[in-house]
């Protein structure tokens, strides 16, 4: 069998028999991978500690016919135990590792695994509030997979900025003679914060209001789960996470 290297952080893990997991894991080079790791529930496994979500290892593995097999584990970055011991962390981390999932499921990309890995490393050491690292990275990550928001300049006709009202499904704000009837309308600052966020602008952000960081957060949530297509579960658990009523224009997607 073909024996192959790759850096990867774990996604999600599911039970596997009496002592195997099944480990999903985003690669530096070759995607989305699931691969068994045997043994891993063992007490005396070597490596199953490296093995959790939200960890990064040096991964060695043996190509097979379904499933590939975890031969050897390095750890990178042991973020799990200091993003699991906050719960602020933990629901916004696993918001994150659920939006790398769906958005790495047909095709690989290098820049989200290393964003992805970024805004772990960023929670595990507590740099900044985790709703404005996950909202940062939620919008980042639609970015690079090719759904920018503009929230300046109208998303409908580039009608130079700033506009105040927002439709998600449009791809963010929009000028009054794109806006339609009933379309929600933003205060300045929270237009503002989702700007900071989209540029990790970090002094802007943290500078922002309660108010305008929960407005905020319902917006990245609206833009976030229509670009998906369906739901995220994980923004269920989060702390705050306001509701968000989007205007709807046609029909969702299927």
């Known amino acids: 069998m073909p024996l192959y290297r790759d850096e990867a952080v774990v996604l999600r893990t599911h039970k596997l028999g009496e002592a195997d997991r099944i480990v999903t894991m985003l690669t530096r080079r070759n995607g989305k991978i699931r691969a068994v790791a045997k043994g891993v529930r063992r007490t005396g496994s070597k490596f199953g500690a490296r093995l959790e979500p939200f960890m990064v290892a040096d991964v060695q593995l043996y190509e097979g016919r379904t499933l590939d097999t975890i031969n050897q584990v390095e750890s990178l970055g042991a973020y799990g135990s200091d993003i699991a011991s906050d719960y602020g962390r933990y629901t916004a981390a696993n918001a994150m590792v659920e939006t790398a999932d769906r958005l790495t499921e047909s095709e690989s990309s290098l820049q989200q695994y290393l964003l992805l890995v970024g805004a772990l490393r960023s929670l595990s050491r507590g740099e900044h509030e985790p709703s404005l690292t996950l909202d940062s990275y939620l919008l980042r990550a639609l970015s690079i997979a090719g759904w920018a928001p503009s929230f300046y300049d109208c998303a409908r006709c580039g009608a130079p900025g700033p506009h105040g ?5 449009v791809g963010g704000a929009v000028c009054p003679d794109c806006a339609p009837p009933g379309a929600p309308s933003l205060q300045p600052d ?5 700007i900071a966020l989209l540029a990790g602008r970090w002094d802007m952000a943290e500078s922002a209001t309660g108010l305008a960081r929960d407005r905020a957060s319902a917006v990245v949530a609206a833009y976030t789960q229509w670009h998906l297509e369906r739901g ?7 702390d705050k996470r306001k509701p968000f009523t989007p205007r709807i224009e046609g029909n969702p997607p299927a």
């Open 165 to 169: 009202r927002i439709v998600v499904q």
């Open 190 to 194: 929270t237009i503002e914060l989702l």
């Open 232 to 238: 995220l579960r994980s923004l269920a658990h989060l």
